[in-house]
T-cell receptor, first 112, second 113 residues
Framework: EDQVTQSPEALRLQEGESSSLNCSYT??????LFWYRQDPGKGPEFLFTLYSAGEEKEKERLKATLTKKESFLHITAPKPEDSATYLC?????????????FGAGTTVTVRA | KAGVTQTPRYLIKTRGQQVTLSCSPISGHRSVSWYQQTPGQGLQFLFE???????NKGNFPGRFSGRQFSNSRSEMNVSTLELGDSALYLC????????????FGPGTRLTVT
């Protein structure tokens, strides 16, 4: 069965203190790995898609990387507005199956 | 482009009742997926519709059903509501042919009393 595990569950950072979030996955065949950001009471906001090991994508203070077994979301010099829950999801290679399987998320709190 | 819209945003229902939630995807997107989000179980896949056909279904009881219309708008129905159905119900749309990103709406918060 496909599994997605995120760590840590929660992360408290001081403004400017860089850190990384981990998403490890066990799937039969990866079509894509997705990172989302979710603010309380809102729907997940799409951040990145990664398709193959070695791929990296950046957006402002966020950088996502992918290996064969895990993905990292690096937050560089975070600001309070980066506080959110970050969700990782995988999509497996299967005919006509495009569902996302989500991890439990990492809740990031950035203090000024 | 307008994003995914969901109505209503909030609902309070009584156990045993039924409820219908609506989702309008991003213009041009033909795939609509539904997810349930709870604090204990996280985000779980309910079902996906593509061109008015259910293409995939998650592990939820038959009380949960859906449909998609020719304009790609989708509805989700839950019959005989249980307390455990209280959750944030999220709809996501994606375009055909990849790159398979799904864009989520704001969700419908359902409370069953």
């Amino acid at each position: 069965e496909d599994q997605v595990t995120q760590s840590p569950e929660a992360l408290r950072l001081q403004e400017g203190e860089s850190s990384s979030l981990n998403c490890s996955y066990t799937v039969s065949g990866l079509r894509g790995l997705f990172w989302y950001r979710q603010d309380p009471g809102k729907g997940p906001e799409f951040l990145f898609t990664l398709y193959s090991a070695g791929e990296e994508k950046e957006k402002e203070r966020l950088k996502a990387t992918l290996t064969k077994k895990e993905s990292f979301l690096h937050i560089t010099a975070p600001k309070p507005e980066d506080s959110a829950t970050y969700l990782c999801a995988v999509q497996v290679i299967s005919s006509n199956d495009y569902k996302l399987s989500f991890g439990a998320g990492t809740t990031v709190t950035v203090r000024a | 482009k307008a994003g995914v819209t969901q109505t209503p945003r909030y609902l309070i229902k009584t156990r045993g009742q039924q409820v219908t939630l609506s989702c309008s995807p991003i213009s041009g997107h033909r795939s609509v997926s539904w997810y349930q989000q709870t604090p204990g179980q996280g985000l779980q896949f309910l079902f996906e519709y593509f061109s008015e056909t259910q293409r995939n279904k998650g592990n939820f009881p038959g009380r949960f059903s859906g449909r998609q219309f020719s304009n790609s708008r989708s509805e989700m129905n839950v019959s005989t509501l249980e307390l455990g159905d209280s959750a944030l119900y999220l709809c996501a749309s994606s375009s055909e042919g990849g790159p398979y990103e799904q864009y989520f709406g704001p969700g419908t918060r359902l409370t069953v009393t």
